[in-house]
């Protein structure tokens, strides 16, 4: 079942964390001609759905960080630099920080994104 679970993450991460939180990272770093509004807006159902599931749980798929957390950690934490911050999403917060936390972390750097983005 976990790895069942595992998949469905993976997919998540070739999906909606692609065309959301991903593109709207694209349009104001890299200045993509994509819909930055739509973008955005898959960002925040993705951050939705991602909330309420981490409000039950350390990682994605249970107690220990798994390919899945990788997979959607990187644009999950760097969705401010595409205009959707993470304010809202207290347990998005907390998972970020868990996955911070773990021996060996080495974060992507942070882009600066112009005053208008």
């Given at each position: 079942?976990?790895v069942?679970q595992?998949?469905?993450?993976?997919?998540?991460?070739?999906?909606?964390?692609?065309?959301?939180?991903a593109?709207?990272?694209?349009?104001?770093?890299?200045?993509?001609?994509?819909?930055?509004?739509?973008?955005?807006?898959?960002?925040?159902?993705?951050?939705?759905?991602?909330?309420?599931?981490?409000?039950?749980?350390?990682?994605?798929?249970?107690?220990?960080?798994?390919?899945?957390?990788?997979?959607?950690?990187?644009?999950?934490?760097?969705?401010?630099?595409?205009?959707?911050?993470?304010?809202?999403?207290?347990?998005?917060?907390?998972?970020?920080?868990?996955?911070?936390?773990l021996?060996?972390?080495?974060?992507?750097?942070?882009?600066?994104?112009?005053?208008?983005?």
């Amino acid at each position: 079942m976990a790895v069942a679970q595992v998949q469905r993450w993976l997919s998540v991460a070739a999906g909606p964390l692609a065309s959301g939180p991903a593109s709207a990272r694209l349009v104001t770093v890299f200045g993509a001609a994509l819909d930055h509004e739509r973008t955005k807006g898959i960002a925040h159902q993705l951050f939705a759905t991602l909330d309420r599931h981490l409000a039950g749980s350390a990682f994605l798929v249970g107690d220990a960080p798994t390919i899945a957390d990788v997979a959607l950690y990187s644009y999950t934490a760097h969705a401010p630099e595409g205009g959707v911050p993470l304010d809202g999403y207290p347990s998005i917060c907390g998972w970020l920080a868990r996955i911070e936390a773990l021996p060996g972390f080495v974060p992507m750097r942070r882009t600066p994104v112009p005053a208008a983005a």
